[in-house]
Protein backbone atom coordinates (compact mmCIF):
# COMPACT_ATOMS: atom_id res chain seq x y z
CA UNK A 1 0.00 0.00 0.00
CA UNK A 2 3.13 2.27 1.05
CA UNK A 3 4.20 1.64 -2.93
CA UNK A 4 0.98 2.22 -4.50
CA UNK A 5 0.48 5.67 -2.58
CA UNK A 6 4.39 6.79 -3.28
CA UNK A 7 3.92 6.03 -6.86
CA UNK A 8 0.72 7.32 -6.86
CA UNK A 9 2.49 10.41 -5.31
CA UNK A 10 5.03 10.67 -7.79
CA UNK A 11 2.63 10.55 -10.98
CA UNK A 12 1.31 13.51 -9.42
CA UNK A 13 4.46 15.34 -8.96
CA UNK A 14 5.69 14.60 -12.78
CA UNK A 15 2.25 15.24 -14.18
CA UNK A 16 2.02 18.60 -12.43
CA UNK A 17 5.75 19.27 -13.51
CA UNK A 18 4.92 18.50 -16.97
CA UNK A 19 1.68 20.66 -16.63
CA UNK A 20 3.65 23.50 -15.69
CA UNK A 21 6.12 23.07 -18.64
CA UNK A 22 3.48 23.00 -21.26
CA UNK A 23 1.91 26.30 -19.19
CA UNK A 24 5.05 28.34 -19.76
CA UNK A 25 5.44 26.46 -23.25
CA UNK A 26 2.23 27.89 -24.35
CA UNK A 27 2.59 31.10 -22.79
CA UNK A 28 5.85 31.56 -24.70
CA UNK A 29 4.71 30.48 -28.01
CA UNK A 30 1.28 32.23 -27.83
CA UNK A 31 2.25 35.36 -28.98
CA UNK A 32 4.31 34.56 -31.48
CA UNK A 33 1.63 32.24 -33.13
CA UNK A 34 -0.76 35.38 -32.53
CA UNK A 35 1.79 37.17 -34.69
CA UNK A 36 1.70 35.12 -37.28
CA UNK A 37 -1.69 34.46 -38.01
CA UNK A 38 -1.66 38.67 -37.97
CA UNK A 39 1.44 38.77 -40.41
CA UNK A 40 -0.80 35.87 -42.52
CA UNK A 41 -3.49 36.98 -43.05
CA UNK A 42 -2.52 41.33 -43.67
CA UNK A 43 -3.73 42.15 -47.46
CA UNK A 44 -0.54 42.22 -49.64
CA UNK A 45 -0.56 45.34 -51.91
CA UNK A 46 2.17 45.54 -54.90
CA UNK A 47 2.71 48.59 -56.39
CA UNK A 48 3.85 47.38 -59.70
CA UNK A 49 5.43 50.11 -61.71
CA UNK A 50 8.60 52.48 -63.11
CA UNK A 51 10.85 55.14 -61.28
CA UNK A 52 7.83 56.80 -59.75
CA UNK A 53 6.94 53.56 -58.07
CA UNK A 54 10.41 53.13 -57.43
CA UNK A 55 10.16 56.25 -56.07
CA UNK A 56 7.51 55.92 -53.72
CA UNK A 57 8.60 53.82 -51.09
CA UNK A 58 11.62 56.80 -50.26
CA UNK A 59 10.13 58.96 -47.30
CA UNK A 60 7.40 61.02 -48.33
CA UNK A 61 6.91 59.15 -51.59
CA UNK A 62 3.37 58.05 -52.22
CA UNK A 63 3.51 54.21 -50.81
CA UNK A 64 5.15 55.43 -47.57
CA UNK A 65 2.16 58.33 -47.85
CA UNK A 66 -0.57 55.43 -48.36
CA UNK A 67 1.14 52.90 -45.16
CA UNK A 68 0.96 56.01 -43.28
CA UNK A 69 -2.39 56.87 -43.77
CA UNK A 70 -3.63 53.37 -43.52
CA UNK A 71 -2.00 53.31 -39.89
CA UNK A 72 -3.10 56.56 -38.88
CA UNK A 73 -7.06 55.30 -39.91
CA UNK A 74 -6.39 52.41 -37.98
CA UNK A 75 -6.39 49.51 -41.03
CA UNK A 76 -2.96 47.98 -40.15
CA UNK A 77 -4.21 44.76 -41.95
CA UNK A 78 -2.27 45.77 -45.15
CA UNK A 79 1.13 45.02 -46.38
CA UNK A 80 2.50 47.57 -48.76
CA UNK A 81 4.89 46.47 -51.67
CA UNK A 82 6.88 48.87 -53.80
CA UNK A 83 8.13 47.33 -57.27
CA UNK A 84 8.72 50.11 -59.29
CA UNK A 85 12.20 50.18 -61.29
CA UNK A 86 13.33 53.30 -63.23
CA UNK A 87 13.02 53.24 -66.92
CA UNK A 88 10.72 50.23 -67.13
CA UNK A 89 7.91 50.16 -69.89
CA UNK A 90 5.24 47.97 -70.24
CA UNK A 91 7.10 44.75 -71.76
CA UNK A 92 9.36 45.16 -68.72
CA UNK A 93 6.81 44.71 -66.35
CA UNK A 94 5.52 41.89 -68.31
CA UNK A 95 8.76 39.97 -68.06
CA UNK A 96 9.67 40.63 -64.31
CA UNK A 97 6.10 39.96 -62.79
CA UNK A 98 6.73 36.40 -62.02
CA UNK A 99 9.51 37.31 -59.71
CA UNK A 100 8.92 40.77 -58.97
CA UNK A 101 4.53 40.12 -58.18
CA UNK A 102 3.47 36.79 -59.12
CA UNK A 103 6.00 34.98 -56.41
CA UNK A 104 4.76 37.37 -53.40
CA UNK A 105 1.37 36.02 -53.61
CA UNK A 106 -0.15 39.43 -53.35
CA UNK A 107 -4.01 40.01 -53.03
CA UNK A 108 -3.63 43.54 -54.63
CA UNK A 109 -1.38 44.88 -57.51
CA UNK A 110 -1.70 48.34 -58.54
CA UNK A 111 -0.43 48.79 -61.97
CA UNK A 112 1.00 52.32 -62.44
CA UNK A 113 3.46 52.62 -66.04
CA UNK A 114 3.00 54.51 -69.22
CA UNK A 115 5.08 57.46 -68.99
CA UNK A 116 8.59 56.05 -70.63
CA UNK A 117 6.30 54.09 -73.13
CA UNK A 118 5.69 57.64 -74.43
CA UNK A 119 8.15 59.67 -73.28
CA UNK A 120 11.68 57.55 -74.83
CA UNK A 121 9.97 57.29 -78.44
CA UNK A 122 10.87 60.80 -78.70
CA UNK A 123 14.16 60.82 -75.98
CA UNK A 124 15.69 57.40 -77.35
CA UNK A 125 13.65 55.63 -79.72
CA UNK A 126 12.77 53.04 -77.46
CA UNK A 127 9.40 53.54 -76.72
CA UNK A 128 6.16 51.26 -77.01
CA UNK A 129 4.12 51.28 -79.54
CA UNK A 130 0.05 51.82 -78.81
CA UNK A 131 -0.87 48.32 -80.15
CA UNK A 132 2.02 46.47 -78.29
CA UNK A 133 1.04 48.61 -75.47
CA UNK A 134 -2.11 47.24 -75.24
CA UNK A 135 -0.84 43.71 -75.45
CA UNK A 136 1.46 43.40 -73.36
CA UNK A 137 -0.87 45.48 -70.89
CA UNK A 138 -3.55 42.70 -71.12
CA UNK A 139 -1.39 39.96 -71.15
CA UNK A 140 -0.21 41.23 -67.35
CA UNK A 141 -3.80 41.49 -66.50
CA UNK A 142 -4.93 38.02 -67.35
CA UNK A 143 -1.45 36.72 -65.07
CA UNK A 144 -3.23 38.24 -62.54
CA UNK A 145 -6.46 37.41 -63.03
CA UNK A 146 -5.58 34.24 -63.11
CA UNK A 147 -4.73 34.00 -59.94
CA UNK A 148 -7.65 35.91 -58.39
CA UNK A 149 -5.47 38.45 -57.56
CA UNK A 150 -6.92 42.23 -57.57
CA UNK A 151 -5.86 44.86 -60.34
CA UNK A 152 -6.30 48.51 -60.36
CA UNK A 153 -5.14 50.19 -62.96
CA UNK A 154 -3.71 53.92 -63.20
CA UNK A 155 -3.01 56.27 -66.44
CA UNK A 156 0.20 58.23 -66.64
CA UNK A 157 0.06 61.50 -64.94
CA UNK A 158 1.88 64.13 -67.34
CA UNK A 159 5.02 64.85 -69.09
CA UNK A 160 5.49 68.40 -68.63
CA UNK A 161 2.69 70.54 -66.52
CA UNK A 162 1.90 73.34 -68.99
CA UNK A 163 -2.10 73.95 -68.69
CA UNK A 164 -2.44 74.65 -72.19
CA UNK A 165 -1.58 71.45 -73.68
CA UNK A 166 1.36 72.27 -75.44
CA UNK A 167 3.89 69.52 -73.58
CA UNK A 168 5.43 67.68 -76.29
CA UNK A 169 4.06 64.62 -75.32
CA UNK A 170 0.73 65.54 -74.41
CA UNK A 171 -1.35 63.32 -77.25
CA UNK A 172 0.67 60.28 -76.62
CA UNK A 173 -0.22 60.19 -73.05
CA UNK A 174 -4.03 61.37 -73.89
CA UNK A 175 -4.21 58.17 -75.90
CA UNK A 176 -2.20 55.80 -74.01
CA UNK A 177 -4.46 57.20 -71.17
CA UNK A 178 -7.63 55.88 -73.15
CA UNK A 179 -6.12 52.81 -74.03
CA UNK A 180 -5.74 51.92 -70.26
CA UNK A 181 -9.05 52.97 -69.67
CA UNK A 182 -10.58 50.69 -72.35
CA UNK A 183 -8.77 47.66 -70.65
CA UNK A 184 -10.49 48.78 -67.13
CA UNK A 185 -13.65 49.18 -69.12
CA UNK A 186 -13.08 45.82 -70.86
CA UNK A 187 -12.12 43.95 -67.96
CA UNK A 188 -14.40 45.44 -65.45
CA UNK A 189 -11.46 46.99 -63.07
CA UNK A 190 -10.76 50.03 -61.22
CA UNK A 191 -9.08 52.73 -62.46
CA UNK A 192 -7.14 55.55 -60.57
CA UNK A 193 -6.93 58.26 -63.89
CA UNK A 194 -3.64 60.56 -62.84
CA UNK A 195 -4.41 61.69 -66.46
CA UNK A 196 -7.64 63.46 -65.76
CA UNK A 197 -6.44 64.66 -62.31
CA UNK A 198 -3.41 66.43 -63.02
CA UNK A 199 -4.90 68.38 -66.12
CA UNK A 200 -7.89 69.20 -63.64
CA UNK A 201 -5.08 70.64 -61.46
CA UNK A 202 -3.29 71.82 -63.81
CA UNK A 203 -5.85 73.93 -65.60
CA UNK A 204 -7.31 75.73 -62.31
CA UNK A 205 -3.77 75.80 -60.05
CA UNK A 206 -0.94 76.68 -62.81
CA UNK A 207 -1.85 80.35 -64.49
CA UNK A 208 1.78 80.97 -64.99
CA UNK A 209 1.38 77.81 -67.39
CA UNK A 210 5.09 76.49 -66.10
CA UNK A 211 6.32 72.84 -67.01
CA UNK A 212 6.87 72.04 -63.63
CA UNK A 213 6.94 72.86 -60.07
CA UNK A 214 3.18 72.28 -59.40
CA UNK A 215 2.64 68.55 -58.77
CA UNK A 216 6.06 67.23 -60.47
CA UNK A 217 9.80 68.12 -59.54
CA UNK A 218 11.36 67.76 -63.40
CA UNK A 219 8.00 67.31 -65.29
CA UNK A 220 7.42 63.62 -64.40
CA UNK A 221 8.53 62.70 -60.72
CA UNK A 222 6.32 63.73 -58.20
CA UNK A 223 6.64 66.29 -55.60
CA UNK A 224 5.32 66.59 -52.17
CA UNK A 225 1.75 67.53 -53.78
CA UNK A 226 1.81 64.97 -56.42
CA UNK A 227 2.85 62.32 -54.33
CA UNK A 228 -0.21 63.45 -51.63
CA UNK A 229 -2.52 63.55 -54.58
CA UNK A 230 -1.85 59.81 -55.89
CA UNK A 231 -1.50 58.20 -51.89
CA UNK A 232 -5.05 59.63 -51.81
CA UNK A 233 -7.00 58.55 -54.93
CA UNK A 234 -4.84 55.23 -54.77
CA UNK A 235 -6.00 54.61 -51.48
CA UNK A 236 -9.63 55.63 -51.92
CA UNK A 237 -9.43 52.65 -54.74
CA UNK A 238 -7.98 50.08 -52.52
CA UNK A 239 -10.04 50.70 -50.00
CA UNK A 240 -13.33 50.40 -52.14
CA UNK A 241 -12.65 46.84 -53.00
Known amino acids: MDRFLESTYLLTVIT ?4 LQMKKV ?29 AGVNPGGYIKRIDSMALQQGKAGYEFIGAGIGGNKIYDLYLRMEEDVLAKSPNIVVIYIGVNDVWHKSSSGTG ?27 TPAVIG ?60 HLNEKGNQMVADEIWKAIQAL
Open 26 to 54: LLFAAPLLMLAFTYQTKTKVIFFGDSITQ
Open 128 to 154: TDADKFAKFYQAIIDKLKAKNIKVILC
Open 16 to 19: TKCF
Open 161 to 220: EKADGSNQQDGDLTEYSKIIRGLAQKNALPLVDFRKAFMDYNLNNNSANKDRGILTTDRV
